[in-house]
């Protein structure tokens, strides 16, 4: 049973366009929702996060959005750049027990030029 | 470079034999990880130490052994995998359980 769902294996954009990842989730005890980015090669690096008690975090441009009442989060990337194509992978960690990181099976974003 | 390395990065075995995967993290972080990344699938976690302890072990098979002789250390032994084995194995640390972890470049294992 998969708690944090990415639906979009893949993602095409135009350079200079907005990229639009999504993520869902299923378990309402996720405290803490984080994106990586993983490069061919490399290990997943750690991009931005947001806590479950706020609805938005920005950094540069890259901003994640989070719909508690729907479970649902988002990675938005403006302006795209081809510099960005990578595998992008949202992660939720449970408030209770054990903090671990539950991952999604990832998107693969493409910007081409 | 994440401050986590991570040897070999690519590692061919038979079913038979004996192996060690290698990470090391210099973050002074108190938390390591190993992760498995099977294609298709989300990243697995396997095991967990915290201040050098074993603070999770997801239902792993007895022929993956970890070992964590200091915070700043991890080895993953490996004996008598099978060929679904195969897949890029993930270190991961951070500065305490449930914060954010930042990975090695991960090894990628062939069973033969």
């Known amino acids: 049973d998969q708690q944090v769902k990415q639906n979009s294996p893949s993602l095409s954009v135009q350079e200079g366009r907005i990229s639009i990842l999504n993520c869902d989730y299923t378990n309402s005890m996720f405290d803490y929702f984080l994106w990586y980015k993983k490069y061919p090669a490399e290990g997943p690096t750690f991009l931005i996060s947001?806590?479950?008690?706020?609805d938005k975090n920005e950094d540069g441009r890259f901003t994640v959005f989070l719909n508690k009442s729907a479970k649902h989060l988002s990675l938005h990337i403006v302006p795209s750049q081809p510099g960005d194509s990578a595998v992008y992978f949202c992660a939720a960690r449970g408030n209770t027990g054990f903090q671990k990181l539950v991952f999604g099976t990832g998107t693969r974003l493409l910007v081409s030029p | 470079e994440t401050g986590v390395t991570q040897t070999p990065r690519h590692l061919v075995m038979g079913m038979t034999n004996k192996k060690s995967l290698k990470c090391e993290q210099h973050?002074?972080?108190?938390?390591m990880y190993w992760y498995k990344q099977s294609a298709k699938k989300p990243l697995e976690l396997m095991f967990v130490?915290?201040?050098?302890?074993?603070?999770e072990n997801n239902s792993v098979p007895s022929r993956f052994s970890p070992e964590c002789p200091n915070s700043s250390h991890l080895f993953l032994h490996l004996h008598t995998l099978q060929p679904e084995d195969s897949a890029l194995y993930l270190c991961?640390?951070?500065?305490?359980?449930?914060?954010?972890?930042?990975f090695g470049p991960g090894t990628r294992l062939t069973v033969t």
């Open positions: 991961a640390s951070s500065l305490q359980e449930g914060l954010e972890q930042y």
């Open positions: 947001i806590s479950s008690i706020k």
């Open positions: 130490y915290s201040l050098e302890e074993r603070v």
């Open positions: 973050l002074g972080h108190n938390a």
